[in-house]
């Protein structure tokens, strides 16, 4: 699956920083829901390993999953994820980065549309894999925001670019809302270059501007209003308010201004 390598990718580009922090950087707190980097990373980690153990063994993924709803209902599933994955430091981004490496090299040969399981309905082997490149680049923008790090993207993000296309009706439905009206005309420019079009013909609304800002709005990395992108309708405007391609209850996004890239960076390279 090329999504496998798109996901090992990201990964790629990730550790490229990561191995340019000391411990002390690891300890530092984000703007994402204050979690420090360590915290990310090991959230990282933990849901990479539990997408390889479903393809590997569901049996033994559903033990592992059963105590999680318990966890998440105490609002505490970081203290799931602490026991999961110990290591700190160093040993945590090594264990990631192994972790990564594993995981696309199990999915790169895998059937796309394989049945797996997961803590909701089953999924197929291709949703899995994604949604973990969609993770790895929505977590991670808290990181090279915190060391004023423009991160360089890659053409791989038109995988997010389609989750946020495909979760357009669930948005709604996840906040008990219909939708307005139908999916608005997209027109989005790639990191290539490259114009990536999604047309609706039921739809006279459009959504034109950067893919990297559109995937940072669909993941609730950035507030629309934060963002250059041009929505011409009311269906796509209320979107783009509560847009989330991933999983779990109704999450909104972050406040105008609240997440953004610090302007001080140490590092001479972009990732």
């Not at 929505?138 to 946020?164: L, M, P, T, W």
Request: charged share 25%; aromatic share 10%; proline share 6%.
């Amino acid at each position: 699956m090329q999504q496998a390598f798109d996901f090992l990718e990201e990964c790629e580009s990730l550790h490229g920083l990561l191995v340019a922090l000391n411990e002390r950087d690891l300890a530092v707190t984000t703007k994402f829901k204050r979690w420090t980097v360590a915290d990310i990373i090991r959230h990282l980690a933990v849901w990479d390993a539990a997408a390889r153990l479903t393809l590997e063994d569901g049996a033994a993924f559903e033990r592992f999953f059963a105590p999680v709803p318990g966890y998440m209902a105490a609002n505490n599933l970081r203290a799931f994820e602490c026991k999961s994955v110990t290591a700190q430091g160093p040993g945590l981004i090594e264990y990631w980065w192994d972790n990564c490496r594993s995981t696309a090299q199990l999915y790169a040969t895998a059937d796309p549309k394989q049945r797996l399981k997961w803590g909701g309905p089953d999924l197929s082997a291709q949703t899995c894999i994604t949604s973990r490149l969609m993770e790895t680049w929505s977590h991670s923008q808290a990181i090279y925001d915190e060391f004023g790090v423009d991160r360089i993207d890659g053409d791989r993000i038109k995988n997010i670019v389609q989750i946020g296309v495909q979760t357009f009706l669930w948005t709604f439905q996840n906040r008990g809302l219909v939708p307005p009206g139908p999916i608005p005309n997209l027109e989005l420019k790639a990191p290539s270059g490259e114009i990536w079009r999604w047309r609706n013909e039921q739809s006279l609304e459009h959504i034109v501007g950067s893919a990297t800002e559109f995937c940072q709005v669909v993941t609730q990395t950035r507030n629309i209003a934060d963002t250059q992108l041009r929505v011409d309708g009311p269906v796509g405007e209320t979107w783009m308010e509560i847009a989330q391609c991933f999983a779990g209850s109704p999450a909104d996004p972050p406040r105008p201004g609240e997440r953004y890239r610090n302007a001080c960076s140490r590092f001479k390279r972009e990732w």
